[in-house]
């Protein structure tokens, strides 16, 4: 067993576990922080996608002990005041989820296209949200979403 | 209905705050349980083997391994699952003597987590003997392929050969024939939350609870009860609030609720069991892979006579419950949007060594319109028709509904024509035909595909026992079914604050919106003043063999149940509140939220006001009405009715339809196919939330859209899977995802209170199609007709390079 110290959403965790326990389980089992989903645990279907240390990874394809020290985001994390984030906001707007399942990694993912592309054009959105798999929405309220998020994130900032 | 205030609102999710900030309550996230076991499913790497013999030690050997079952616990202590045919053969949910397909469960490792069950699963030592092998229908039905079961005698799971009207004599009088081949693939909508279940036995109550995503249909809990040797009240089924995903896909769990629900009763520890996507690829479910000949007779105006369809329907090692609905779901609605009055089906259910099939989104009418609308455009082309022209003239007019087909189907209602003219303007189809034209003439591979289809929604539980001989079914002891019901229960608590309770199992559908929305117009609120809760539980909702959601069945069916019990709760209101105001029940009415007379003078009582004086002082009751404020109601369709002795069945109860225009550009020196234009219009009745209903056709659009172009569960010719990763198995992402113009045209269903049908499965059965025609006839010029999916660029690569040296050939010998 070893000791994994981290921060996620800006609280500092501490726990132990094995050295061959994914990032992911760690999140959800040890953590409690179940909004971070696993969908296909080889790194392809991006329902994990989470920010590690500011960008987003995905915590399926991680160790756990590979984020000792690491500063971590998940979607429990996006609330500011007990308010919606803009993003969710938007998603919630343009009827960006239907199931919900992979919406936390699309979430993450969004926000990391949105970082660093702040006004991207549709094309750049669907590229960008195109590393995570939605079998629900056919991705049109998702990139309705993004598009509609843009500025507001971008003049918020 | 008071007044439509809500309904036909793009009201937006109430599920949506919660899901959007990780506070969904899925399978794998909330342990119902204290000191919950996990389990790895053992499975077989062969396609076809005897097992001959298992060795746990090594595995029970290992630290944190509570105990294993193998598939000899299996033929012990439970029993087969019933099929949907009467050939002899025994699926239990796990392999017993022995393996039919690559990935089936043969053993199940339960330890303290899942990290040590997965180390255990590698140390279980199964002994095989192998067997030959085959995967494809076609070759599986000679005498010499090998066979599955052997109790059965041959890989034919079952036949039926349906007739309509006088199919023999259409073709006879036909002034053309076509005929074609045609295969569809093996493929499932593989939602992003795979299969999980969570199982506990109390000996002492000799309860036996299980958590899981499974979506209905609740046939499937007395099936599996019966698995287990329980009764029925002592098998508790509960689904979470939310599930991550499904198209029909979960309705093929229920085996898996036997195994691990097994693996708690044998080992007396709660087991937790989460499919992983390798297990999901491998195992879970899909539509079948079919190879259908098709035949139509047509007069030379274009006037259709006749079909018949000849299928073989491939359901993998076993057959399945609901299988064989792959071929018979549809029945009712076999001939589409058409008029045609004669009809052949031979079906065959063929088993080979592959995983197993079930419902899929669209479930078999992705097969069915990607041959019937493939047939329709080959007729335009024979008689030299535009391929509109040739649809117009077989429609099914406005004036001819309720419209029984020759199979049986009472398509409730719709304006068929006008649908496919909104679709054909609002794809500018002549402008698109010039415009291919001009495209043509530079070389350019450009196409239009129309396909039209007949959504059906809300499955008659019927429909099943087409399946069966007529012979059979006449046989006294035979007990005929028929139904599609759903419940719903309104309360209005102490403080007039409104609950409704519902029994089904929304996977993204928006349920608590859509009946938020319905009560508050019912009863004169605000959509958020209304709790939606939905999670059923088979110990407390009231729910029947029917229940469930699938088959686009909660638009039509939900929600009616939803809309009769606010009715009868809004009758018993206005009953309380004529007593209280000494006044006769006729000269009032509810309005507003509140029972007030219909002369508009005197006092009102609103809900609130009635609801405290209801439950604080039963005295205030009129005599004889039953205390408390709360309502259910069971809303069934009287139009399912089981199979007739000509087979004949009204497979659905409520029927909504689709046109659809696409137009694509294939590349000629890499064969991508380039959406350029796709409109789909749909008539689903009354829409009840514009943004979900529009939520649904892109997904199920995106959904078809996979299954013609990328998705494919593939075997080799040895039987082994190859497509086990997302990596192998491709899903179309966001860049692969077209622009959809959606129109609604509207026509209520006389037989819902609200006139809602379904919209579910939607575009998923006509993509297929669509593209195929538009590619088929991008590709005209060259001669190649779609008649395979997916149509793969490399397939189609091959085709064209193939085309364009037979082409250079003739010219050079010209």
């Known amino acids: 067993m070893v000791t994994v110290r981290l921060k996620v959403n800006g609280v500092a965790h501490e726990g132990r576990c094995e050295p061959r326990k994914l990032l992911v389980d760690f999140i959800r089992e040890d953590l409690g922080l179940t909004g971070t989903h696993v969908g296909c645990e080889h790194g392809i279907c991006g329902a994990c996608t989470i920010m590690f240390n500011g960008e987003a990874a995905r915590s399926c394809i991680m160790l756990a002990v590979q984020a000792d020290g690491a500063e971590l985001g998940t979607v429990e994390g996006l609330m500011r005041d007990g308010k919606l984030h803009p993003l969710q906001e938007a998603f919630r707007e343009h009827h960006g989820l239907q199931c919900g399942f992979c919406t936390p990694g699309m979430l993450i993912t969004a926000l990391d296209l949105l970082r660093t592309n702040p006004s991207p054009s549709d094309r750049e959105i669907r590229e960008g949200i195109s590393a995570v798999l939605c079998r629900c929405t056919g991705y049109q309220g998702i990139v309705n979403a993004v598009r509609a998020a843009a500025p507001i994130l971008a003049s918020g900032r | ?814």
């Open chain 2, 1 to 814: 209905m008071s007044e439509a205030r809500w309904i036909g609102k793009s009201v937006k999710r109430v599920e949506d705050a919660r899901l959007l900030t990780g506070r969904g309550t899925y399978i794998d996230d909330h342990p119902p349980v204290a000191n919950v076991c996990h389990a790895a499913i053992v499975r077989s790497p062969l396609p076809h083997a005897a097992i001959r013999g298992y060795d746990l030690s090594a595995a029970l050997a290992l630290e944190g391994v509570v105990g294993a079952i193998t598939g000899a616990d299996v033929a012990r202590h439970t029993k087969p699952f019933s099929v949907g045919v009467t050939a002899p053969i025994h699926y239990y949910c796990a392999a017993t003597d022995r393996v039919r397909f690559v990935g089936e469960p043969v053993a199940v490792v339960v330890a303290k987590n899942r990290y040590v069950a997965e180390d255990a699963a590698d140390l279980v030592r199964v002994d095989y003997g192998p067997l030959p092998v085959v995967v494809d229908p076609e070759r599986a039905l000679d005498t010499t392929a090998p066979v599955l079961h052997e109790a059965v005698g041959s890989n034919l799971a079952g036949n039926r050969r349906l007739v309509y009207g006088e199919p023999d004599r259409a073709f006879r009088e036909a002034d053309v024939v076509l005929t074609e081949r045609f295969s569809f693939p093996k493929y499932g909508s593989t939602p992003i939350e795979t299969y999980g279940v969570i199982a506990r036995w109390d000996p002492i109550d000799g309860v036996c609870t299980v958590w899981s995503n499974f979506m209905g249909p609740f046939i499937m809990h007395p099936l599996t009860a019966r698995v287990l040797g329980l009764a029925e009240n002592k098998l508790r089924f509960i689904v979470p609030t939310d599930i991550g995903g499904s198209f029909g896909i979960k309705s093929s769990i229920y085996p898996y609720i036997a195994l691990i629900a097994l693996a708690a009763m044998r080992l007396s520890v709660p087991v937790k069991w989460i499919e992983d996507r390798r297990e999901h690829l491998l195992a879970s479910s899909s539509g079948t892979d079919r190879v259908a000949y098709r035949e139509l007779a047509a007069r030379k105006d274009g006037t259709i006579l006749g079909m018949r369809f000849k299928w073989l329907d491939n359901v993998g090692g076993y057959i399945r419950s609901p299988e064989p609905g792959c071929s018979f779901r549809p029945t009712g609605n076999f001939v589409g949007p058409y008029r045609f009055q004669h009809l052949e089906v031979d079906a065959s259910v063929v088993m080979t060594n592959k995983s197993l099939t079930g419902p899929n989104r669209g479930y078999a009418c992705g097969h069915l319109y990607f041959e019937t609308e493939g047939m329709m455009d080959r007729l335009a082309d024979r008689l030299g028709l535009d391929p509109a022209e040739v649809r117009r003239k077989n429609l099914v007019q406005p004036d001819q509904f309720p419209y029984r087909t020759p199979s049986g189907g009472l398509y409730d209602s719709g304006d068929y024509p006008a649908v496919l003219e909104r679709a054909l303007q609002l794809a500018r189809y002549d402008e698109l035909r010039r415009e291919q034209a001009k495209a043509r003439a530079t070389g350019r591979y450009v196409g239009i595909g129309l396909a039209l289809a007949v959504d059906p929604s809300v499955s008659n539980m019927g429909y099943v026992a087409t399946a069966l001989d007529p012979q059979f079914r006449a046989k006294p002891e035979y007990l005929p079914k028929s139904g599609a019901v759903d419940a719903a229960t309104i309360k209005i608590d102490p403080l007039g604050r409104v609950i409704a309770i519902l029994g089904t199992t929304p996977q993204g559908q928006g349920h608590q919106t859509v009946v938020s929305q319905i009560v508050a117009d019912e009863l004169g609120l605000a959509p958020q003043d209304v709790t939606v809760v939905d999670e059923m539980d088979t110990f407390t909702r009231v729910w029947s063999i029917s229940s469930g959601t699938y088959s686009s069945r909660f638009g039509s069916v939900g929600t009616s149940a939803v809309a009769l019990a606010a009715r009868k709760l809004k009758a018993k209101l206005v009953e309380y509140g004529a007593h209280l105001m000494e006044l006769p029940v006729a000269s009032l009415e509810f309005r507003d939220g509140a029972v007030r007379p219909r002369s508009g003078k005197g006092p009102s009582y609103s809900i609130k006001d009635l609801a405290g004086r209801a439950h604080w002082n039963t005295e205030s009751l009129p005599e004889g009405m039953e205390p408390a404020l709360q309502a259910t109601a069971v809303f069934g369709f009287t139009v399912a009715k089981a199979v007739d002795a000509q087979d004949r069945v009204n497979s659905s109860n409520t029927y909504g339809f689709i046109a659809e225009v696409m137009a694509v550009e294939v590349d000629p020196e890499t064969a991508a196919i380039q959406i350029l234009r796709y409109v789909t219009v749909h008539d689903a009745g009354t829409i009840i939330n514009p943004m979900i209903a529009e939520g649904q056709i892109y997904g199920g659009a995106l959904h078809g859209l996979g299954g013609a172009l990328y998705e494919e569960l593939a075997y080799d010719e040895h039987g082994q899977f190859l497509t086990g990763t997302f990596m192998d198995y491709l899903v179309p992402t966001a860049s692969e995802a077209p622009q959809i113009d959606i129109a609604h045209i509207v026509s209520p269903s006389p037989l819902t209170p609200l006139g809602s049908k379904g919209l579910g499965e939607s575009s998923s059965m006509t993509v297929p199609a669509v593209i195929a025609n538009a590619v088929s006839d991008a590709l005209a010029p060259l001669g190649i007709w779609i008649n395979e999916l997916p149509m793969t660029p490399s397939k189609l690569w091959t085709a064209m390079a193939r085309a364009c040296r037979s082409h250079a050939k003739s010219e050079g010998q010209r």
